[in-house]
DNA sequence: TGCATGGCGCCGG
DNA sequence: ACCGGCGCCATGC
């Protein structure tokens, strides 16, 4: 069963959808943009209403994300769920989801990563379809030049990222 | 099917 | 150090 909520928090009103009637919650999307949690839940067929539906497991997910904006957590603990993408695009998400916390990689390293040597301009395009921002870390990856390249939430929030795991990892 | 479009990389000037 | 130009490859139309 597909759920959808939405909640507030420092960078923002987030919205998210979620599978319940499983052991460990798996976060299908979540995205600060409302309008690309309109799309998604067009793409899935699902009507955008009835947002406060909540659940034990929507509370993890939130508490969870709130304790790691507020740098509680080494990471987020969130299991991700692809409904939608490509093969291809799957790949580039699962290297990305395994950037430990505080670390980066740039776009070629994730394509070679993912076994697809030459495709760092194509895995810049599959991280913007990432549906699960955060779950999968991709503000963690970079540009090769060390700059800090593009973010489709917002390029502040992937400084904000970097630099909230930075200033943990470094403790 | 071909072609334009992207959260990029690399090299010259 | 900072461009512009060209190359790269998966998608979508």
């Known amino acids: 069963m597909l759920n959808k909520a ?28 409302v309008k690309s949690f309109e799309n998604y839940l067009e793409e899935l067929r699902i009507k955008y209403t009835d947002l406060s539906f909540r ?5 993890e ?10 740098g509680n ?12 993408g490509t093969v291809f695009e799957k790949k580039i998400w699962l290297a990305t989801l395994e950037i430990p916390f505080g670390n980066v990689l740039s776009y070629k390293e994730i394509a ?13 395009t599959a991280l913007n379809h990432n549906p699960v921002l ?16 593009f973010f489709g939430a917002g390029e502040g929030i992937k400084a904000l990222l970097l630099e909230l795991e930075h200033r943990l990892i470094s403790v």
Do not use: Q
């Open 134 to 149: 955060m779950v999968v870390p991709c503000h963690r990856v970079i540009k090769s030049s060390g700059a800090i390249g």
């Open 73 to 84: 957590l080494k990471g987020l603990d969130l299991k991700p769920h692809f409904l939608t």
């Open 6 to 33: 939405s909640f507030n928090s420092s960078i923002g009103k987030l919205y998210y959808i979620w599978l319940s009637e499983l052991k460990v919650p798996e976060v299908v999307f979540l995205s600060n943009i």
């Open 112 to 124: 070679e990563k993912a076994g697809h040597p030459g495709a760092w301009r194509a895995a810049g």
């Open 61 to 70: 997910i939130e508490n969870s994300i709130i304790g790691y904006l507020n």
């Open 55 to 59: 659940d034990k497991k929507s509370d």
